[in-house]
């Protein structure tokens, strides 16, 4: 297998675009991606694409997204393929880009994500969101996805004593990264107030403990190791991946406060890296819903389950702590186009690695080593990445 | 061949509304009752006779020895499609079983109790299931809708070791024009409210029925110890059974109306199970189920052995949520 | 919103939703609900025998949707209830199965209370009525 590093990545602003449609909306990444490549990228060198989206623009083309979207940016020859798993959908396009380069299949490959989730009523967007679950016996209890994260909070915190007041301080720390980020789709900052005293969603959820729906789209180029300098001088190369799945309902899971998925996931990707977590510098995780980021902490091997919240409450996650976590406002504040997430993650990462993070003031500083974490529904699969800056 | 009562079970909502809500609300209530039951939101009479079903299939009867089903209920979830392919799924019946089911008058119940006795009896098969559950429904601005309540009952027939066994029994229709009535295609009950009329009625057909009875099995009213009038309404059953030379002792046990309200078909038979909860062995017990348009069904039993259930009583005075009478609206879809 | 889940979709699993219809694995006797084409303990893929769940457990944990977050299925209901909770149930014979907490609902829903089984409407779609399980706290423990 061939190592791959990231020469390029675009991603629009999350949020609510109602002038732009997928198509659009990928274009705008993609423009970005191609522009972002150091020493230049004509299109044309791309060999194959993997691109995630669940709904595919809320189910107007379910079928052949992929080459629907190369087409629109020109390239409609290019070998190309939708990937579905959920919101890891843009994760595991990035994994499948990744192997096809891995393996020798193509030397340059385009991994993406997009999600137009603002263009359908609420009623819609509420579908939409509810058939990732195992629909046939979790969602016919009335159940949402927010109701499952909450479930899933209720037993954290009987389990560890987990507090409301310490689950909406993940809500205000991603807020205070993602009033700084300027393609985040919530730019404001919010206290534990603010939180505990939101419209309820699902208890113990207020609407803050909650990812946005959002519009988006976010496009990364991959190339194998031995064609890097023909693109840059500053590879971002992935030095260890994983994927992980689980049974999608909860009800047939031994253990709800912990993703199998995701430490299945980072199991493998630390094995492949070489690497403990305390080599991590900083993470982009899955932080759908405030327990998510929680669960994350202990599946991404941050501390031991239970006694993670340490890290939130000492502000260790917080921008210029020891592990920032989520510095682009994660999906709480940056958004949360479905699709796109996973991707978005990965162009976060390339960014803060080359110290290209759009507001200087949101910069983590000699950072090498950094790690994405993406989750499909409430567990059924989980994709980690770590990256590391190599020149 | 003696067939008669093997089990029992009951049903109320978990919900109620007390008279003084619609008081507070309305000015009035067109019924008398101090509490009434309400059936859920997400309840109908299927779903609350599936749940006094498995209270009688409680302990020691096999699913699997049902061989009939009778249902009766004014207010089944369907107007037309049948039940008894749900019930025998819900409840886990054999599905080579012979059902009937009834619904065109609040008499249902007796019909559907009668008609397992005699299955039974003909020695076609083991064991009957009969339930009979209501939720009628009328027009709120309607009085008729303000005694309007919700239970279930079921009982097990069958011919070894019962609690009670049938004696006998005399069924009467007469033309009655007028009184509780649902026009095809409508979900409400109305009447033309003429009391004095229809309230006659009952009570003259009652006492046709029962006399009947009475003379059929060569006894007086003084040799029954228990008589359960159906509760159309809060007076009329006792004005009935005191015509007939029925005591308030005989009466009183078989009375639910006061805390229960107008529960339809299913009246008589939560009458009927509130009675066997006290009953001992020897003692007789007369029913009436009675119907609008207008037939009674009236029935004896003698009681063999004391039934070991949550007492009727008991269950309707626990754990009830009151509902105001918006909450109340709400509940039964009528906002 | 659309079927998602068809009318013969939804008859196929009857008897789980009606009465909690589980199997049991006779290689290694893990009882499974709902039922699956694999053992979720030992990969047996054949040899399961049905059972009859009791349909009692314990809350293992819930939550409560707010009327406006309901998924379109549950709409009317939740703005009826205006908010409705959800229960993880534990079931005496092992498995965890997810359904709504029907009325009475205590005042302070709290993991480990005892509940039961009751048969309820859970929504209408297509002017068909689809019945199933949901669950109650059991009496004494409100």
């Given at each position: ?10 991603q629009?602003p ?162 205070y990264h993602g009033k700084m980020n300027p393609k985040a789709?919530?730019r ?131 921008l210029g702590?020891?592990?920032p976590?989520?510095v682009s406002g994660?999906?709480?504040s940056k ?13 976060e990462?390339?960014n803060q690695?080359?110290g290209r993070a759009k507001n200087p003031e949101r910069q983590i500083k ?26 | ?335 | ?142």
């Amino acid at each position: 297998m061939r190592r791959v590093a990231i020469i390029g990545a675009g991603q629009t602003p999350y949020g609510d675009f109602p002038e732009l449609g997928v198509k659009e909306l990928f274009a705008m990444a993609f423009k970005e991606a191609i522009e972002s490549v150091d020493k230049g990228i004509a299109p044309h060198e791309i060999q194959q694409a993997f691109i995630g989206s669940l709904s595919a623009g809320s189910g107007f083309q379910l079928g052949q997204l992929a080459p629907l979207l190369m087409g629109h940016v020109g390239l409609p020859n290019v070998p190309a393929v939708r990937v579905e798993n959920a919101c890891a959908s843009g994760g595991f396009a990035l994994y499948n880009a990744i192997n096809a380069v891995a393996s020798g299949q193509c030397d340059v490959a385009l991994a993406a994500g997009v999600e137009k989730m603002r263009d359908v009523s609420s009623t819609k967007a509420k579908y939409w969101l509810g058939i990732s679950g195992d629909t046939e016996f979790e969602r016919l209890a009335g159940l949402t996805f927010a109701g499952i994260y909450a479930i899933i909070a209720r037993r954290y915190m009987e389990e560890y004593g987990l507090t409301r007041e310490q689950l909406a301080k993940v809500a205000v720390k991603n807020h205070y990264h993602g009033k700084m980020n300027p393609k985040a789709q919530f730019r404001q900052e919010i206290t534990v107030e603010t939180v505990l005293k939101g419209a309820p969603v699902a208890d113990p959820f207020t609407v803050w403990d909650c990812s946005p729906t959002s519009d988006g789209a976010a496009v990364v180029l991959l190339c194998s190791e031995d064609r890097v300098k023909e693109f840059t001088d500053h590879p971002v190369f992935i030095i260890g991946y994983g994927i992980g799945s689980d049974y999608l309902a909860l009800q047939d899971r031994d253990s709800i406060t912990s993703f199998k998925a995701t430490r299945q996931a980072s199991t493998r990707a630390y094995r492949m890296a070489g690497i403990t977590p305390k080599e991590i510098d900083f993470a982009e995780v899955h932080d759908c819903f405030t327990i998510a980021e929680i669960l994350a902490y202990g599946d991404l091997g941050f501390g031991e389950k239970g006694e993670v919240i340490r890290l939130l409450e000492e502000g260790e996650t917080y921008l210029g702590g020891r592990l920032p976590v989520n510095v682009s406002g994660g999906l709480k504040s940056k958004g949360h186009p479905i699709g796109a997430t996973g991707c978005g993650q990965a162009y976060e990462v390339f960014n803060q690695l080359l110290g290209r993070a759009k507001n200087p003031e949101r910069q983590i500083k000699n950072a090498e080593v950094g790690l994405s974490h993406n989750v499909g529904g409430s567990g059924g699969t989980a994709a980690v990445f770590i990256y590391r800056r190599e020149g | 061949m003696e067939v008669g009562i093997v089990s029992y079970g009951t049903y109320f909502p978990g919900l109620g509304i007390t008279r003084s809500e619609y008081q507070k609300a309305l000015g009035n209530c067109g019924a008398n009752f101090s509490e009434k039951t309400v059936a859920d939101f997400d309840e109908d009479s299927l779903t609350m006779g599936i749940a006094a079903a498995r209270d009688a299939l409680f302990e020691g009867i096999n699913p699997e020895e049902i061989s009939f089903l009778t249902w009766a209920s004014t207010s089944p979830p369907y107007s037309e499609k049948l039940l008894s392919g749900s019930i025998a799924e819900m409840l886990g019946l054999k599905k080579n079983l012979f059902s009937a089911e009834y619904g065109q008058s609040t008499r249902a119940g007796g019909e559907a109790f009668l008609t397992a006795v005699s299955l039974v009896k003909g020695g076609f098969g083991q064991k009957a299931l009969v339930i009979v559950a209501d939720a009628p429904r009328a027009n709120v601005k309607d009085p008729i809708e303000h005694g309007l309540a919700a239970g279930s009952a079921a009982f097990i027939l069958g011919t070894e070791n019962p609690l009670a066994v049938v004696d006998n029994f005399v069924a009467l229709v007469q033309e009655n024009l007028g009184e509780r009535f649902r026009k095809a295609g409508s979900g409400e009950i109305k009447d033309i409210g003429v009391k004095t009329f229809t309230g006659e009625a009952y009570q003259k057909l009652i006492a046709k029925a029962v006399t009947e009875l009475l003379e059929k099995e060569n006894l007086k009213p003084a040799d029954y110890n228990y008589a359960v009038f159906h509760e159309i309404e809060s007076r009329l059953p006792l004005k009935a059974g005191k015509k007939l030379g029925f005591t308030d002792e005989q009466m009183l046990p078989g009375l639910l109306y006061e805390n229960t309200g107008d529960t339809g078909a299913a009246s008589p038979f939560l009458s009927l199970a509130a009675v066997l909860d006290r009953a001992k062995p020897g003692e007789k017990v007369i029913v009436t189920t009675y119907g609008s348009g207008a037939g009674v069904i009236a029935f004896s039993l003698t009681v063999k052995k004391p039934a070991n259930r949550v007492p009727v009583r008991e269950k309707l005075a626990s754990g009830k949520k009151y509902l105001n009478f918006i909450q109340y609206l709400r509940v039964k879809r009528y906002l | 919103m659309g079927a998602h889940i068809s009318i013969p979709m939804y008859q196929r699993a009857v008897k789980q939703r009606y009465r909690l219809v589980g199997l049991k694995c006779s290689n290694c006797g893990q009882i499974i609900f709902p039922p699956k084409a694999g053992c979720k303990s030992c990969g047996a893929l054949d040899n399961f025998t049905e059972v009859q769940l009791s349909g009692r457990g314990k809350i293992y944990s819930y939550t409560v949707i707010a009327g406006a977050g309901a998924p379109p299925e549950f709409s009317e209901e939740a703005a009826y209830r205006g908010a409705y909770p959800v229960v993880l149930v534990e079931l005496e014979e092992g498995p965890r199965i997810i359904a709504q907490l029907t009325e009475p609902v205590p005042a302070e829903i709290k993991i480990g209370m005892p509940v039961e089984m009751v048969l309820r409407q859970i929504y209408t779609e297509e002017d068909v009525i689809r019945y199933g399980y949901k669950f109650k706290v059991l009496e004494g423990e409100k």
